[in-house]
């Protein structure tokens, strides 16, 4: 009987633990942009919607091509996720699209295999359960590219440490086209192909402190088309999660990873403290005349001789 009720105490415990925080989630949907508008100064466009962040071509846009713009997204009212990358979008980020292929047969691709990459901002059916808008990451670190390449990551905009408990993830058409096809770069894959992301898991000072992966590809017979979800809490109470793209020998060549180091990503869960009530409501966009950097372990903003935080607060 003691048992009984020792256990009966222990799932009520185990209740309440799982109470204590409420999810806000990440949708990258205009119904759900919880930030006060802002300019992105180097293509004169304002941001009032996520879908304000989709730019006009999935290849050399005016968004994440003009050299030295910095594209920024902050969720401030919301799950305070952040990043932003100094175009062009070759060099690695994470964009906004609503872009769609049908496909990744032969006949629904561009005509030269190196054209690829324009539709590199293209899912096969659009965002997670049936939504319009998502994210897309590019970057990868490898032996070779190691010593001037650093992770692509999401922040917390307040450098709070916080769980993320999972987002959702799939492959884009150009990774998909490259992998099943082959291509000018990369030879089709094999039944003994892998490729795999990896969250690392960072904290304020920006060393790793956890990790983990997702299978994109793992053979033949078991390649991503749809949204799965990705358990992140593994991780633990992190302040900003790195990620990388790994594949077996026969991804990489004499200049690294050969496939393209691409995902998308969308409905990024974060838990919050139910009594937490933290916004960032003084969120300041990098210009393109800064310079975004790391330093103790802190995202800042370099611009005409003063440091900034993310959020717009000069360091002294």
């Given at each position: 009987m003691k048992k009984i009720f020792f256990f009966a105490a222990l799932c009520l415990a185990n209740v309440a633990l799982a109470q204590d925080y409420e999810l806000r989630t990440l949708t990258f949907e205009d119904a759900d942009a919880k930030f006060a508008p802002y300019t992105l100064d180097y293509a004169n466009k304002t941001i009032s919607t996520w879908s304000d962040l989709v730019d006009d071509a999935q290849y050399n846009g005016t968004l994440t091509y003009t050299s030295?713009?910095?594209?920024?997204?902050?969720?401030?009212?919301?799950?305070?996720?952040?990043?932003?990358?100094?175009?062009p979008y070759w060099g690695?980020?994470?964009?906004?699209?609503?872009?769609?292929n049908p496909g990744y047969a032969p006949e629904n691709l561009p005509e030269d295999?190196?054209?690829?990459?324009?539709?590199?901002?293209a899912t096969l059916n659009?965002?997670?359960?049936?939504?319009?808008?998502?994210?897309?990451?590019?970057?990868?670190?490898d032996d070779y590219n190691s010593a001037y390449t650093t992770y692509q990551t999401i922040a917390f905009a307040d450098g709070k440490a916080?769980?993320?408990?999972?987002?959702?993830?799939?492959?884009?058409?150009?990774?998909?086209?490259?992998?099943?096809?082959?291509?000018?770069?990369?030879?089709?894959?094999?039944?003994?192909?892998t490729f795999h992301i990896v969250a690392i898991g960072q904290d304020a000072n920006g060393n790793e402190i956890s990790r983990t992966s997702f299978a994109l590809y793992l053979g033949k017979?078991?390649?991503?088309?749809?949204?799965?979800?990705?358990?992140?809490?593994?991780?633990g109470e992190v302040v900003s999660v790195g990620f990388n793209l790994v594949g077996s020998a026969d991804l990489y060549g004499d200049w690294g990873l050969n496939a393209p180091?691409?995902?998308?990503?969308?409905?990024?869960?974060?838990?919050?403290?139910?009594?937490?009530?933290?916004?960032?409501?003084?969120?300041?966009?990098?210009?393109?005349?800064?310079?975004?950097?790391?330093?103790?372990?802190?995202?800042?903003?370099?611009?005409?001789?003063?440091?900034?935080?993310?959020?717009?607060?000069?360091?002294?």
């Open positions: 030295g713009g910095v594209y920024t997204w902050c969720d401030t009212q919301n799950t305070l996720l952040t990043h932003s990358f100094t175009a690695g980020g994470h964009a906004i699209s609503n872009f769609t295999v190196y054209g690829w990459y324009e539709i590199q901002f659009g965002g997670n359960n049936g939504s319009k808008n998502f994210c897309v990451h590019n970057g990868y670190v916080r769980v993320i408990d999972h987002m959702y993830v799939t492959n884009i058409c150009y990774t998909l086209n490259s992998l099943v096809h082959g291509d000018g770069f990369n030879p089709p894959a094999t039944d003994t192909t017979d078991s390649v991503v088309t749809t949204w799965q979800k990705w358990d992140l809490s593994v991780l180091g691409y995902f998308a990503y969308d409905d990024v869960a974060v838990r919050f403290d139910k009594n937490d009530q933290t916004a960032v409501n003084n969120f300041v966009v990098p210009s393109s005349n800064g310079k975004k950097m790391l330093m103790n372990g802190q995202i800042v903003i370099l611009r005409e001789g003063k440091t900034y935080t993310i959020i717009g607060q000069e360091l002294k």
